[in-house]
């Protein structure tokens, strides 16, 4: 799904949205894409944050794809030394 991702990265505007109330769940999902890529840029992380922020859909698909990651983390990995 990387290469996917990055393809929707190239397709976003240059320009963030004006306020997170413009941000569809479309285009979040796109966000949540990038930022799970890291290469959601902080002007997008702050529109993203703010439409998490009310809206339970997208927090939800958010987290969807966050626990798969934590439950594929290397033992041990948090572990310091």
Known sequence: ????????VRSLPESPSSSSMDLTCDRAMLYIASYLDGVLGPARRRDLGEHLAVCRRCRRLLASFEVPKRATAPRGAGARA
């Not at 799904?1 to 929707?8: A, F, L, V, Y």
């Open 1 to 8: 799904m990387g290469n996917n991702r990055i393809s929707m």
